[in-house]
């Protein structure tokens, strides 16, 4: 059972446009929410997170906007840059227990110069 | 500040032999975690410990996975017999803390082939 969906394996995006990933998720006890980026043969890097409390966070080009109602949330990408390309996976965390991060399976996003 | 390191970054090894990998965490780094991440999917938590304890192997295949990280600094997991679906890229992290707010920094991972 998959508790957090990223349902597009690949999004393709001009330089200097905007790149949405989305996420969606099922468990409502997740109460914290992350974005990793993975390049090839590396491993994922702390991206940005939000917490339930907010519906917004913004961290210079990159923005996660998060609407508990629908429980989804979306990683925006101002301007997106060539060196952006690489695989983003969203994660959350149920606050209670072990703060367990629970994976999608990640977007890959290529950014065309 | 160093990273996460691990070693070796690739293994292959045939079905039924055993296996090791090592991780030492960024320095100070109390809570480490063990992920595999098979081809296509996000990475899953297979142990989690904090200090030399563990505080969650609910999804460590227990009867040929094990773990420890004796001194509370860097861990060993290790896989014993290996089958053909252990192939993945395993995956090892730490954080400061024990908590959402502490973001977990990752290795770059051993890649695993099962023969």
């Known amino acids: ?113 | 500040e160093a990273g996460v390191a691990q070693s070796p970054r690739y293994k292959i090894v045939e079905k039924r032999q055993s296996v090791a990998f090592w991780c030492n965490p960024i320095s100070g780094h109390a809570t480490l975690y063990w992920y595999q991440q098979i081809l296509g999917q996000g990475p899953k938590l297979l142990i989690q410990f904090q200090n030399n304890g563990v505080v969650d192997d609910s999804q460590l295949p227990k009867d040929r996975f094990s773990a420890e990280r004796l001194k509370g600094v860097d861990s060993t997991l290790k896989i014993q017999p290996a089958k053909l679906e252990d192939s993945a890229v395993y995956l090892c992290a730490s954080s400061s803390s024990w908590g959402g707010n502490q973001p977990q920094h990752f290795g770059d991972g051993t890649r695993l082939s099962i023969l």
């Not at chain 1, 998720?25 to 974005?35: A, G, H, K, P, R």
């Not at chain 1, 996660?64 to 390309?85: E, R, T, W, Y």
């Open chain 1, 1 to 113: 059972d998959q508790q957090v969906k990223q349902n597009s394996p690949s999004l393709s995006v001009q330089e200097g446009r905007i790149s949405i990933l989305n996420c969606d998720y099922t468990n409502s006890m997740f109460d914290y929410f992350l974005w990793y980026k993975k390049y090839p043969a590396e491993g994922p890097t702390f991206l940005i997170s939000i917490s339930s409390i907010k519906d917004k966070n913004e961290d210079g080009r990159f923005t996660v906007f998060l609407n508990k109602s629908a429980k989804h949330l979306s990683l925006h990408i101002v301007p997106s840059q060539p060196g952006d390309s690489a695989v983003y996976f969203c994660a959350a965390i149920a606050g209670a227990g072990s703060y367990q991060l629970t994976f999608g399976k990640g977007t890959k996003l290529s950014v065309i110069p």
